[in-house]
């Protein structure tokens, strides 16, 4: 098992669900639900279960804090049930801010395929909640926990370029980027009436 040590930080639970992930490329059918990465004894932990398994080797564990470039910090072996199971994972990491986390299923001839990822927040008031952070589509992608009532884009300059009612929505929001935003960095807002947080993108 490998160990990623990072600023230590308070850890904040974060649980999500995939409610239905259908496996194809000659991996077996596979449905991942109750995904959950919390903190345990100063650990990270993460679990999930299956409703059924057939032909897996393994489940691989990744992590990033960019959201693009992943790192594996171990793996689990499937069990095959046909019923499917509830796996567990456990591993020392101190976090700084926020990191993103998936699951690489592999089945016994090798084949693979990703879980969408998961954003963790560790402090709410410094979280990664774009991603990636370096946008090189038309839409940029949001992953709030807590509800915000506006979204800005803002240059170097302190010029708003964008901006959008979030309606205090949480989960996954996708941005559409207005054609006038050139190539370069910027500063994406979230505010709400008791706080502002913000991150630093690259779009390209």
């Keep these: ?33 109750k995904f959950k990465v919390d903190s345990r004894h100063g650990n990270l932990g993460l679990s999930w279960k299956t409703s059924s398994e057939e032909g897996l080797a393994q489940f691989e564990i990744e992590f990033s804090l960019d959201g693009k470039s992943y790192q594996n910090i171990g793996f689990v072996p499937a ?13 020392p990491v101190s976090y700084a801010d926020s990191a993103f986390f998936r699951l690489k299923v592999v089945d016994q001839s090798g084949r693979w ?3 969408e990822p998961s954003v963790y927040n560790v402090n709410k008031t410094t ?3 774009v991603y ?20 800005e884009v ?16 949480t989960g996954r929001i996708t941005v559409p980027l207005s054609p006038l935003l050139s190539e370069g ?20």
């Design 132 to 151: 990636p952070n370096v946008i090189n589509t038309s839409v940029m992608n949001i992953y709030l926990k807590d509800p915000f009532s506006w979204l």
């Design 1 to 33: 098992m490998k160990t990623v040590l990072f600023r230590a930080a308070a850890l904040v639970i974060l649980a999500f669900f995939l409610s239905s992930i259908s496996i194809g490329q000659g991996i077996a059918q596979l449905q991942i639900s």
């Design 185 to 204: 960095i910027y500063i994406v807002q979230l505010r709400s009436y008791d706080k502002t947080i913000s991150q630093k993108v690259v779009v390209q």
């Design 79 to 91: 069990r095959n049930h046909r019923d499917g199971d509830i796996y567990e994972f456990e591993a």
């Design 113 to 115: 395929l990703y879980t």
């Design 127 to 129: 979280a990664f909640f």
């Design 154 to 169: 803002v240059n170097l300059n302190g010029v708003v370029l964008l901006k959008q009612n979030l309606d205090g929505k």
